[in-house]
């Protein structure tokens, strides 16, 4: 069991190296507001420690172990992190080693060498001169107060070329006085049976604390962590969504649940449970930052990690969220999601109707019509789960429920070139029995469609004037008609209040758009008549 400052105890401890692993990811470089926000977000979530960076290696790291010092945590310490000595000179003259030392952190992170083919080929020095550098360094460091975390870098490579040396450099460090020994799979080669048998092997070689330091070329780096854990290591490290060089490190959004909710440990601080629920929030949190595109499949906290889309799912998991759902996703504030498709059933089909307060008969006319409609768009190349306002205007529509509150009757858009590309388009709509005009400019075809569109409603329908369109994207279907090929066009509105989709195909991108476009407007029209 690993004891944590502030007198809360947790069972395995959480380093996360987000902030030094994870920014040697390919496209990944923090602003030091950026690494002090994700500090304070960290400590909120409750991990142990948070691993800033290099105090040695560059400016930035220099002012934020500077500026880290004024953040208030309650349950992180901020660890530097840095190299052991280099051979030909002291402690005391190692400028990594004094850097340090000047960061003010009470916990210091020193990785060393512990594979021969490191210290013949790399650093090139002897093994007794490697054992030196990593026993003097981590004593240098507890002579001047510092509890230092050994990492033993490719150990489990180390271990594979030379069992004895890679011993003795985890003794080396342990006689210097480290507070954890971190076995660390460097290269993400080592498969899950090799670390277990090793991690034993260890365990029974070495007394104090180990923790594990996994990467994940082999896709294997959540597997080894908790096989790790199970084999007695009371020190995980972590990143953010798994950030981290090449294929990326441990993800602490995969780890952390399965260490609190399925083997029943305590890896956060506070109250068992409740730093859980942050996790999916912080996932986004750091995607957004960095203006990453968040995977939606991402096991725990992705939106898609609780998406059922089969008609056999969506109905069981209505019945018994546990037929279909390994745990409950509001654990770590995630929300479960019920797609309607050409796959869906009934039953995902009367769910999507209790959003909008309506209660259908599985068996009813109402869902069967819709259902069918349902599966003879997706065949033309619809794609209605992201676009549940489509959804919901067949429901209504189905139900007798008037759902278009104008139509487009014509339109046209040319594009010409001035010193930019201009396009021009004019509209006109009916509305009833009043008839309305209009005509505007815009950066593109589509975009003058949608201001010509608006201009041309918003005397009849001023509440549209709120509505904005928050994104818009267009696919390709088949492709195998090149530039003629069948799109799909998915609109995402919002009128500051609520977000709704809309979606249509053509072989004409304009038509596609022209008609998402209209849907989107009347939606929320139909949602003003039925004071939505």
Same mark, same amino acid.
């Given at each position: ?12 401890e959480?380093?996360? !190296? ?12 923090f ?15 409750? +991990?142990?420690f948070?691993?800033g960076?290099?105090p ?5 790291? #220099? ?6 010092r004024r ?9 530097a ?7 030909? #000179?002291?402690?005391?003259e ?9 960061? &003010?952190?009470?916990t ?16 090139k ?5 490697n054992?030196?550098? /990593?026993?003097?360094?981590?004593k240098?460091?507890?002579?001047h ?8 870098e490719?150990?489990?490579d ?8 890679a011993?003795?450099?985890? &003794?080396?460090?342990?006689?210097g006085g480290?507070? /954890?020994?971190?076995?660390a799979?460097t290269?993400?080669?080592t ?18 604390? *180990?923790?594990i330091h ?9 597997a080894?962590?908790?096989?790790a854990?199970?084999?007695g290591? !009371?020190?995980?490290? #972590?990143?953010?969504? &798994?950030?981290?060089?090449r294929?990326?490190?441990?993800d ?8 609190e909710v399925?083997?029943?440990?305590? =890896?956060?601080?506070g $109250? ?6 942050l *996790?999916?929030?912080f ?9 990453m595109?968040p995977?939606p ?11 059922h889309?089969?008609?056999i799912? +969506? ?16 654990? +770590? ?6 797609l ?7 039953a ?18 109402t ?11 997706e ?14 205007m067949?429901l209504?529509?189905?139900?007798? /429920? ?6 487009t009757?014509h339109?046209?858009?040319l !594009?010409r070139k001035?010193?930019t590309?201009v396009?021009?388009?004019q509209v006109v ?5 009043d008839i309305s ?7 593109g ?6 201001v010509?569109?608006?201009k =041309?409603? *918003?005397?009849k329908f001023?509440?549209?004037?709120? +509505?904005?369109?928050?994104d818009? $994207?267009?696919?390709?279907?088949d492709?195998?008609?090149?530039? =003629? ?11 500051g ?13 304009l038509?596609?758009?022209a008609?998402?476009?209209t849907e989107?407007?009347?939606y929320?029209?139909l ?6």
């Amino acid at each position: 069991m690993g004891i944590s400052k502030l007198g809360q105890t947790v069972d395995v401890e959480v380093l996360d !190296t987000t902030l030094r692993d994870g920014a040697q990811t390919s496209g990944v470089s923090f602003t030091l507001q950026e690494k002090l926000s994700i500090t304070s977000k960290l400590d909120e979530l409750g +991990v142990s420690f948070i691993e800033g960076g290099w105090p040695g290696s560059n400016p930035k790291d #220099v002012s934020y172990f500077k500026e880290a010092r004024r953040l208030k945590l309650k349950n992180g310490e901020v660890v530097a992190f840095s190299s052991t000595k280099r051979p030909e #000179v002291a402690c005391e003259e190692d400028p990594n080693i004094q850097a340090l030392l000047d960061s &003010g952190v009470r916990t210091a992170a020193i990785f060393g060498k512990s594979w021969t083919l490191h210290t013949r080929e790399i650093i090139k020095v002897t093994p007794e001169e490697n054992l030196s550098c /990593v026993h003097d360094t981590v004593k240098y460091l507890r002579d001047h107060d510092l509890e230092v975390i050994f990492d033993a870098e490719h150990f489990f490579d180390g271990y594979k070329g030379s069992r004895d040396y890679a011993l003795a450099v985890l &003794g080396a460090a342990k006689r210097g006085g480290a507070r /954890v020994l971190v076995l660390a799979d460097t290269n993400g080669g080592t498969l899950t049976h090799e670390l277990t048998s090793i991690f034993k092997d260890v365990r029974e070689s070495i007394d104090g604390p *180990l923790g594990i330091h996994a990467h994940n070329d082999s896709g294997l780096a959540t597997a080894n962590t908790l096989a790790a854990v199970l084999d007695g290591a !009371t020190q995980v490290h #972590v990143t953010a969504n &798994g950030l981290g060089e090449r294929c990326g490190n441990a993800d602490m959004m995969q780890v952390v649940p399965a260490l609190e909710v399925k083997m029943g440990l305590k =890896a956060l601080k506070g $109250k068992k449970g409740e730093n859980l629920k942050l *996790l999916s929030g912080f996932a986004r949190y750091v995607y957004a930052l960095l203006n990453m595109a968040p995977n939606p499949y991402q096991p725990y906290v992705g939106p898609k990690a609780f998406a059922h889309k089969g008609g056999i799912h +969506v109905d069981a998991v209505l019945k018994n969220a546990r037929a279909y759902e390994h745990m409950d996703p509001s654990l +770590v504030g995630n929300r479960r999601e019920l797609l309607v498709s050409e796959l869906a059933g009934r039953a995902a089909i009367t769910n999507e109707a209790l959003k909008l307060g309506l209660r259908l008969e599985k068996q009813g006319e109402t869902v069967s019509k819709t259902l069918r409609q349902i599966k003879e768009m997706e065949s033309r190349g619809y794609s209605l789960e992201s676009a549940p306002a489509s959804i919901h205007m067949l429901l209504y529509e189905n139900l007798g /429920v008037r759902t278009t509150f104008f139509e487009t009757l014509h339109w046209m858009a040319l !594009t010409r070139k001035q010193r930019t590309m201009v396009s021009d388009c004019q509209v006109v709509v009916r509305s009833g029995s009043d008839i309305s005009y209009a005509e505007a400019s815009g950066v593109g075809p589509v975009h003058a469609l949608d201001v010509a569109l608006r201009k =041309a409603l *918003l005397d009849k329908f001023p509440t549209l004037e709120k +509505v904005s369109l928050a994104d818009y $994207k267009v696919t390709v279907v088949d492709g195998g008609k090149g530039t =003629a090929s069948w799109v799909r066009v998915l609109i995402e509105f919002t009128d500051g209040r609520a977000r709704w989709s809309t979606t249509s195909t053509s072989e004409n991108i304009l038509e596609a758009s022209a008609h998402a476009l209209t849907e989107g407007y009347n939606y929320r029209l139909l949602m003003d008549s039925l004071g939505g």
